[in-house]
């Protein structure tokens, strides 16, 4: 097989109990790479358009990156995929851990999972053997102990899993799909796609050996890399991440304008302030809270943290410490300086699996509603969900998690929920129905186009532009961007493919996705060539979109993430993001028809391996 | 003339304080500015390029020619996402 490769794929019907293996053929391998590319690939051709995300019809898959099991620093990363329950459209999250390289060495490239079990099961796969189990045992667990009861019933304390907790269960449209107890697959609702299919988990033990082209050329890139994070310009990043995690940032993202503070309708430095965000740094509660360091598998980062909280008012034994976008989610989105808080809603979001950023996006949302009325003391059942009440957070987390009250109509997502009570739509700062991630479009652009016409919406990890635009003196030109975008964007998408952590870029060895490709798979991967896979992979993701009915240019960004109207005082003060413009540019960088937003014939056909999307395009 | 910097993030690990006042020569810019905290706390991660800084002054966004004056406020904000 092609180096990275297992080179099969498993496909289980959980209506027929059918488990079926097929070759992951070179051109497919060549052509859509790894994680969202190949999932995209094999659900566009597997499920029609108009089924429901909770039915037996959706197919959710788990997909590796080339580079996972490989030893290619910091390339642990695989992705699921599915339609998603909340915007009914294209969905995909990925996750860290060790899940991934996990289910290569057990024999696979992906697992796709189709049809519904009537009762709960989870697919153990354990060095190439296949079973479908009964779960029943397992239902209503949340995450740290269905794990723990994976490795007890198969007696394996080495497995991995990918699972869902109640959250899923009870398919919250902001259920996550899990591993390693705190490392997540959250956006968009995955996690209610397997609890409707009534899978609990995929539990995967393997040690199989993943071949490597170049192994000499693989340990050369290794070394760089190394050399890099050491002793390069970014070291001092790098070494700060290490020590106190992406959190380190949220606080002071919130001051430059990066982190949206109060559902988006606040202004960092005059609504929050300088000891608000000193007190949301990581670096002010770190020393108390680390038991040990966390890293993913082959990182040389190692951002995450495990904590124990021994006192206040949620002392936990074991936890592991908030990402920044939890503590912006959390914390400035709801004015909230308490830090305790956060871990605790951190917490009950890692064990009850749901995605941080639409929990606490949702919260705040119903924050802003309470605000203004629209949600009372007696619809929350008596808590005061005001402006920087970090009780009041924890106790709505918590009675989301539980299922019970207004808890129920919270847990799903702020969209329907507002559908649900008929109000609060003026508040709702979602694209598609997906809460918008903690970066804000108005001080990086790219994030404008990012949000509204990605394949997958709402998502800070696509596209081309990220924090790093927010410097850029030309950022607010708006004529022209298209070839850079592509371009940019074309190197991200690789990235995501591979299987490699976006945090790698920190490194400042911006290359390293190529050479590590380059090493693993024995294929060089010119400029060209990642722009014909950025055009196949987004293609075929955007094409399962338009098959749904989406017309990209007949939604709106919400105002307040674009600026419309513009903020009157701080240091975004007088911007408003020519969003729909970036747009336009993109598509027509794409190749794609900026009236109809098909991708064009003729640039489907040069590509290859697009032969389902012309035959649903063009018809023939 | 005094100058107040207030430091964050990665910025605030490295100094180890919250806040500090940098004496500086009358016409001095926030380059300058950055140069003497390089100097203050032996440490190339303010002047680096490659550090994603964002700077403010006076709560508004400053480029680093900006020109300082007597009583200037200075947020130092790294630029770094994640997670």
Known sequence: MKGGYAGKMLFVDLSSRKIEEKKLTDDVAENFIGGYGIGGKVLYEMMKPGVDPLGPDNVIGFVTGPLNATGALMGGRYTVVCKSPVSGTWNDANSGGFFGPELKKAGYDAVFVSGASDKPVYIWINDGNVEIRDASKLWGKDSVETLEALKEETGERKLRASLIGPAGENLSLMAAVMNEEHRAAGRGGPGAVMGSKKLKALAVRGTQKIPVAEPEKLAEVNKTIREAAQNGPMAQVVKAFGQLGTGMGTGANALSGDTPVKNWGGVGIVDFGDENAHKLDSGSFDEKYRTKKYACANCIIGCGADYEVKDGKWPMKQTFRPEYETLGSFGTMMLNDNAESVLKCNDICNRVGFDTISMGATIAWAMECYENGLITKADTEGIELTWGNGEAIVDMCQAIADHQGFGKILSLGSKAASEKIGKGEDYLVCVRGIELPMHDPKLAPGYGRTYYTDPTPGRHVKGGTQTGQARRPDKYNYEGTGGKDLKMTSGNEILQLSGLCLMSQFTGMREMTVKLMEAVTGEAIDEARQIAILKRTMGIRHAFNLREGLKPFDIEMPKRAVGEPPQAEGPLKGVTVDYKLLAKNFFAAMDWDIETCKPKRESLEALGGMEAVIKDLYGE | ?83
């Open chain 2, 1 to 83: 003339m005094q100058i107040t910097v207030k430091l964050f993030s990665m910025f605030r690990h490295y100094a180890g304080v919250d806040e500090v006042m940098v004496e500086l020569d009358t016409g001095a810019t926030v380059s300058d500015l950055l140069d003497a905290l390089a100097k203050r706390f032996d440490n190339q991660v303010f002047v680096d390029d490659e550090t994603l800084l964002m700077l403010l002054v006076n709560k508004n966004n400053a480029p680093r020619q900006t020109v300082l004056t007597e009583g200037d406020v200075v947020h130092l904000l790294p630029i770094l996402g994640g997670g």
